[in-house]
T-cell receptor
Framework: DAGVTQSPTHLIKTRGQQVTLRCSPK?????VSWYQQALGQGPQFIFQ???????QRGNFPDRFSGHQFPNYSSELNVNALLLGDSALYLCASSLGQSRQAFFGQGTRLTVV | AQKITQTQPGMFVQEKEAVTLDCTYD???????LFWYKQPSSGEMIFLIY??????QNATEGRYSLNFQKARKSANLVISASQLGDSAMYFCAMRDLSGGGADGLTFGKGTHLIIQP
């Protein structure tokens, strides 16, 4: 049984560019959340998707957007990249609001 | 707003000793959940243990136990008989459960635990 998978694992982008990160949830899970983890910090909640809709959002600008597909997979899009967007981006999946969320290994984004 | 405070940036512990990782939290919510995650250098967050705000018993999962003191807003993680493989970053987190649980997790800054042979 595959866990949460994220792609790509590493990515280098230039300031001002746009990036799309992908997440496939654990089999049977229908809820996907995205987190940003800057170096030396704990993860920060970006948003959560359920039934293809954004259900809750953290304190992130509109440059951060997402999407959930009918198969529950999800994308995180970041426009007009800034140097400060360099971070590990983690995806977590769960079944509804069950207490245990499973995380992927993350995508490490470097903006130069 | 919720806040998690982990006051130990790093800890060195001898193998086979017990270790306590501190976590205090602040919230105005009545119904919430407390979590501990382990993050090895690979980056994946591994769920360790959960405690609900209304759970009367302290949670235990194998070598992990959560020392929950609600009045002090404390949720310390205790690892018994530490092993070399326990070396990693450890994060305390919480989530409001009153609004259908759609809120994301709020994490602390973590504690870097190093187990020495």
């Amino acid at each position: 049984d595959a866990g949460v998978t994220q792609s790509p694992t590493h990515l280098i982008k230039t300031r001002g560019q746009q990036v799309t990160l992908r997440c496939s949830p654990k089999s049977g899970h229908d809820t996907v959340s995205w987190y940003q983890q800057a170096l030396g910090q704990g993860p920060q909640f970006i948003f959560q998707y359920y039934e293809e809709e954004e259900r809750q959002r953290g304190n992130f600008p509109d440059r951060f957007s997402g999407h959930q597909f009918p198969n529950y997979s999800s994308e995180l899009n970041v426009n007009a990249l800034l140097l400060g967007d360099s971070a590990l981006y983690l995806c977590a999946s769960s079944l509804g609001q069950s207490r245990q969320a499973f995380f992927g290994q993350g995508t490490r984004l470097t903006v130069v | 707003a919720q806040k998690i405070t982990q006051t130990q940036p790093g800890m060195f512990v001898q193998e086979k000793e017990a270790v306590t990782l501190d976590c205090t939290y602040d919230t105005s919510d009545q119904s919430y959940g407390l979590f501990w995650y382990k993050q090895p250098s690979s980056g994946e967050m591994i769920f360790l243990i959960y405690q609900g705000s209304y759970d009367e018993q302290n949670a235990t999962e194998g070598r992990y136990s959560l020392n929950f003191q609600k009045a002090r807003k404390s949720a310390n993680l205790v690892i018994s008989a530490s092993q070399l493989g326990d070396s990693a970053m450890y994060f305390c987190a919480m989530r409001d459960l009153s609004g259908g649980g759609a809120d994301g997790l709020t994490f602390g800054k973590g504690t870097h635990l190093i187990i020495q042979p």
